[in-house]
């Protein structure tokens, strides 16, 4: 017998900083914080190491200078300036003493703290997954939010609040990391745009040379044979011996004229030849596509008529004494599948309670292998999470009765309070929050399926992280403090399959929420089934 589970979701926004040993640190803005703390201790120490090591040649430049008036003196009358016994017994005894502990001064070691404090820190410090995982990030949001290197390499971001930019060097760093994951279209980009940031006077220790090894072959993979050709040549101007282009040139003007040769000018051909180039652009497919519009907010707009059946209210949880007097502001964001927002549903001291409460849990957010049957991380999920159950603290036990009243639905059957902090870039591509097996009947859905979810929007995010849902055309965009909420399934227990969203990249800011899935065993006189699928 097959189960489904039935799940709400309530979604929070949150902020923090923490202190942990390596743990994907690219994947969670929340623990990469505590690296800016590190790092500011690590300037610290080095600038305590500067001060030591200049307070040290201080002592050596007051010396040298006594000694050179003192020898300038002495060098002039040698015998007269000894005649004095004071300066015989002073010769005497800098060369045997004081001359010793100069040279001890000068071999004395002032990094050891410096050393020490670094290599304390050093196991906090990212890896190279991280820095892959960072620079992917960047490649994804380009993709998504349609930015171009130019852009996004001088900074150029809404509501960015400190704004930085990307050298040649590390505009180098991404071609690269491109090119090892044989994305050629990435790395012809990047390294295009280091070159230009060199070409323009840019003071770098990058090398032209090297750019061009990695563009030129990066180009040559995509099909364009001629512009590679362009690019060797150019890169031989600088290193008229560097081995591997003189060996490229050599092969690519081989191709050219075997394609001369073949008479490679007929139609299909050239049709061919621009299908390859077109590569360059990647093939998304239509969900894709519709994902990444909704996440830029150019999704398909309702009509007017669907706008004015959305309303906005005071919502007293079908007349639950806790909000019968002091009812909570609701808006609806889509009719099909139905969304709504609690606005003002958490307070800025719960957001932070659940936040100190998550840190120190957070952990890579894990998707299902269907193959194995096992818990895995993937590239389509970057984030971290924790969960949080309700006797640990009053908040979240008031977090966790919050819903279950305005709802109406019993939590006592929920699975626990999920806060995710979203990384560089992070995402979770579309996805159902329901699973299927086969078809069951309503009386044995109960037992696994997630009926409903309740999003709390614990931040505000300055560009991107919106929820969006590619199958009908809604963005729902993080607000702090509010809840969003909808239904995964039909009251039969059958899945929307309208409800399958995704969560947009981060652009610009930290995205915190805080998820409550709710099963749909419990409902069963809350939510009665009904006789048809889709209702």
């Not at 005497?92 to 070691?109: A, F, I, P, Q």
Request: charged residues 30%; hydrophobic residues 35%; glycine residues 6%.
């Amino acid at each position: 017998m097959a189960f489904n589970k039935m799940w709400y979701t309530v979604a929070l926004g949150l902020l923090l900083p923490f202190s942990y040993a390596h743990t994907d640190f690219f994947t969670s803005i929340g623990h990469m914080t505590d690296l800016i703390n590190t790092e500011k201790d690590l300037v610290v120490s080095l600038k305590d190491y500067i001060k030591a090591e200049e307070s040290k040649l201080e002592q050596i430049k007051k010396w040298a200078e006594k000694l050179d008036q003192l020898t300038d003196a002495a060098t002039k009358d040698p015998e007269g300036f000894l005649g004095h016994p004071v300066n015989a017994f002073k010769l005497m005894k800098r060369l045997n003493t004081e001359w010793g502990e100069l040279e001890s001064l000068v071999l004395k070691d002032m990094s050891d703290g410096f050393i020490s404090n670094m290599t304390i820190q050093r196991q906090f410090f990212p890896n190279d997954e991280d820095q892959t995982g960072a620079a992917k990030a960047l490649l994804r949001l380009q993709d998504t939010y349609n930015l171009d290197t130019d852009t996004l390499s001088r900074g150029n971001l809404p509501g960015v609040k400190h704004k930085s930019f990307l050298t040649a060097e590390d505009c180098f760093e991404l071609g690269k990391i491109a090119y090892t994951e044989a994305d050629y279209y990435h790395t012809e980009l990047w390294m295009e745009q280091a070159l230009k940031q060199l070409d323009e006077g840019e003071v770098s220790s990058a090398d032209k040379a090297y750019i061009l090894d990695y563009l030129s072959y990066a180009v040559y993979q995509q099909g364009d044979l001629g512009k590679a050709m362009m690019l060797t040549k150019r890169l031989l101007e600088l290193d008229p011996e560097h081995q591997r282009a003189n060996g490229n040139m050599k092969y690519f003007e081989y191709i050219m004229a075997k394609e001369k040769e073949a008479n490679k000018s007929s139609t299909d051909s050239e049709d061919q030849m621009e299908q390859e180039t077109e590569v360059k652009k990647k093939d998304y497919l239509p969900e894709r596509r519709k994902y990444e519009m909704l996440c830029r907010g150019e999704g398909l707009k309702m009509t007017p008529r669907r706008q004015k059946r959305l309303f906005c209210r005071y919502y007293d949880g079908n007349r639950n004494p806790r909000y019968i007097l002091g009812p909570v502001k609701q808006e609806d964001e889509w009719d099909k599948p139905r969304i709504v927002r609690f606005l003002d549903i958490i307070s800025d001291e719960e957001i932070e309670t659940v936040k100190e409460l998550a840190k120190p849990r957070l952990s890579r957010a894990t998707v299902h292998d269907p193959e194995t049957g096992k818990l895995t991380t993937a590239h389509y999920r970057v984030s971290k999470s924790a969960w949080l159950s309700g006797y640990e603290s009053p908040v979240v036990s008031r977090i966790n009765t919050r819903i279950q009243d305005l709802t109406g639905l019993d939590v006592s059957t929920a699975e626990e309070l999920q806060v995710a902090n979203y990384g560089v870039g992070g995402q979770y591509e579309p996805h159902f929050d329901f699973g299927r097996v086969s078809p069951v009947f309503c009386f044995h859905l109960f037992l696994l399926h997630k009926h409903c979810v309740s999003l709390f929007q614990m931040s505000d995010v300055s560009a991107g992280g919106a929820t969006v849902f590619p199958e009908v055309g809604a963005s729902v965009w993080p607000k702090k403090g509010t809840a969003v909420f909808w239904y995964n399934l039909f009251p039969s227990g059958e899945g929307d399959y309208s409800t399958r969203h995704a969560a947009c990249p981060v652009l610009v800011g930290n995205k915190w929420v805080s998820n409550k899935w709710l099963h749909e065993r419990g409902q069963e006189f809350r939510r009665p089934c009904t006789l048809s699928e889709l209702e």
